[in-house]
Antibody
Framework: QVQLQQSGPGLVKPSQTLSLTCAIS??????????WNWIRQSPSRGLEWLGR?????????DYALSVKSRITINPDTSKNQFSLQLDSVTPEDTAVYYC?????????????????WGQGTTVTVSS | DIQMTQSPSSLSASVGDRVTITCRAS??????LNWYQQRPGKAPKLLIY???TLQSGVPSRFSGSGSGTDFTLTISSLQPEDFVTYYC?????????FGQGTELEI
């Protein structure tokens, strides 16, 4: 069965970079039948999709406009994982961060639900 | 961005009741609508995808319907473990967006 295991620091200082990793077991980050997503949740913003990476003959990324200038999602095929980097964080980036998988449907595209989630990482931005 | 609006924000009900939660999209999303259940301190769990398809392992008392802009999640006979929070999410276009949630209270 597919599992996602998140790791990374729970405390980040303002203006620094938030870095989280999501290790995949039971599937492959290079699969052309899955997209790998980052989502965060806070009381003020609710559930907010941040972006995704997926492989279809080459690597693709999509990012939310709200973080597009600060975010990078990278696959790591050697470790079968993917990462989130969010630069220049502020206290507004304080949230629980999740990674999640979306499988491709019959169309070959990723229009389904997020069926596997990581355990969540609480990240606080504070000096 | 496509805005997802859930109603109600909270709902009081009793064990055995039938309840319906509504989700409205700000534009036509066909059937690209998913429902999640979230327990306190846990990640969301996928209940229904493609508006009406039950995710494997989810009890049959959960059902979904709708297309276009209007969708519903129905729980036919509430069980004690169902009194948590539910979210809708569109997967028609990026950015993916979620509703604000509906908290089911006993």
């Amino acid at each position: 069965q597919v599992q996602l295991q998140q790791s990374g620091p729970g405390l980040v200082k303002p203006s620094q970079t938030l870095s989280l990793t999501c290790a995949i077991s039971g599937d492959s980050v290079s699969s052309n039948r899955a997209a790998w997503n980052w989502i965060r949740q806070s009381p003020s913003r609710g559930l907010e999709w941040l972006g995704r990476t997926y492989y279809k003959s080459k690597w693709y990324n999509d990012y939310a406009l709200s973080v597009k200038s600060r975010i990078t999602i990278n696959p790591d095929t050697s470790k079968n994982q993917f990462s989130l980097q969010l630069d220049s964080v502020t206290p507004e980036d304080t949230a629980v961060y999740y990674c999640a998988r979306v499988k491709s449907g019959s169309s070959g595209w990723f229009n389904g639900g997020m069926d596997v989630w990581g355990q969540g990482t609480t990240v606080t931005v504070s000096s | 961005d496509i805005q997802m609006t859930q109603s109600p924000s909270s709902l009081s009900a009793s064990v055995g009741d039938r309840v319906t939660i509504t989700c409205r999209a700000s534009e036509d999303i066909s059937n690209f609508l998913n429902w999640y259940q979230q327990r306190p301190g846990k990640a969301p769990k996928l209940l229904i995808y493609a508006a009406s398809t039950l995710q494997s392992g989810v009890p049959s008392r959960f059902s979904g319907s709708g297309s276009g802009t209007d969708f519903t999640l129905t729980i036919s006979s509430l069980q004690p473990e169902d009194f948590v929070t539910y979210y809708c999410q569109q997967s028609h276009s990026t950015p993916r967006t979620f509703g604000q949630g509906t908290e089911l209270e006993i």
